[in-house]
């Protein structure tokens, strides 16, 4: 087993795929595959899973990727030490509903970081494909919700596939409206008062069920229901219509798009959980555990029940 066979697995987890890895390592597509062969020969494990629509990490392959990642990161560090040789950039993947503090908390990290080289990526994405990008290790993180509603579903989803949740808050709903809208005058509003307004939620595509809805009291009838793929979008119709989300209540002014949106409580009793989902074989990397860290300091610093 050597350094450069690491490489090319890690690789391929990252890529999900043998030709595209081979394409960014700038090898021959079957030079690849028989060098991954012949380390899972090795190691007597079957790292990927080889299916009619790609390749797909192995239980076994989690736990080995885990500590490759490790073992990478380790010997960058020595051979930036002791032989002179500059680091590559730093890698991290964050997968997560669409919630401002998960962005302030990525924006906030790069500007401390002040690393000269780095290759994040951060989605904004679907449940189901949170879930995914965790468990096939394409994302370290995922950021999502738990309610009373979704728990015992998502809570097996979530063994099923060897994930870990981690609390970050507890919140009671909010709706965000725009400022114009006559139900910002309200200190509360109730479910009933929203029947004028057109309902904006996040879709989900074909992966769609209400448990996996980024929005609460989801199964209830709108007579005017809109679904978006994107924060902007949501956030252009809730001014532009006078439309409604049901969120959190945390707001980041300057991430959107300034005073045209406000935060209202939502007469309910219900409470939910905003987390965090890791794979349970992986330990988390130093950037990681630094992004984890300045979330909860936002939270701590700017969430308002």
């Not at 380390?39 to 007597?44: K, P, Y």
């Not at 790609?54 to 392959?61: D, E, K, N, Y």
């Not at 990525?106 to 965790?134: A, G, H, P, S």
């Amino acid at each position: 087993m050597t350094l450069q066979q690491l490489r090319y697995a890690v690789e391929i987890a990252n890529c999900a795929s043998i030709n595209e890895a081979a394409k960014r390592l700038f090898i021959s597509q079957p030079s690849l595959s028989n060098a991954i062969k012949d380390l899972e020969a090795e190691l007597g494990i079957n790292i990927f899973m080889r299916t009619n629509r790609g390749i797909r990490i192995s239980p076994a392959g989690v736990e080995f990727l885990a500590y490759a990642k490790q073992v990478l990161e380790q010997a960058e560090l020595l051979e930036s030490r002791y032989l002179g040789e500059k680091r590559k950039p730093q890698l991290f993947s964050i997968s997560a509903q669409h919630y401002a503090f998960a962005v302030e908390a990525f924006v906030r990290l790069l500007k401390e970081e002040q690393t000269e080289e780095y290759e994040f990526n951060l989605r904004e994405t679907r449940t189901y494909e949170i879930i995914e990008d965790v468990r096939n290790l394409h994302s370290e993180i995922g950021i999502l919700y738990l309610s009373n509603f979704n728990e015992q579903i998502m809570s097996k989803i979530f063994a099923d596939n060897d994930l870990r949740f981690t609390t970050l808050f507890q919140a009671n709903p909010h709706i965000f409206i725009s400022s114009q809208n006559p139900l910002s005058a309200k200190r509360r509003v109730a479910l009933e008062d929203l029947d004028p307004y057109p309902c904006l939620t996040f879709e989900q595509g074909e992966n769609h069920s209400f448990h996996f809805s980024e929005e609460l009291f989801n199964t209830i009838r709108h007579k005017k229901s809109i679904r978006v793929t994107d924060r902007a979008t949501l956030f252009n119709l809730v001014i532009g219509l006078n439309g409604y989300t049901i969120s959190t209540g945390f707001l980041n002014y300057d991430l959107n798009g300034g005073q045209g949106i406000i935060a209202v409580p939502l007469e309910s009793d219900e409470v939910f959980e905003v987390g965090w989902i890791v794979h349970k074989d992986v330990r988390l990397s130093q950037i990681a555990t630094k992004y984890l860290a300045v979330l909860q300091k936002i939270i701590a610093e700017k969430y308002q029940d």
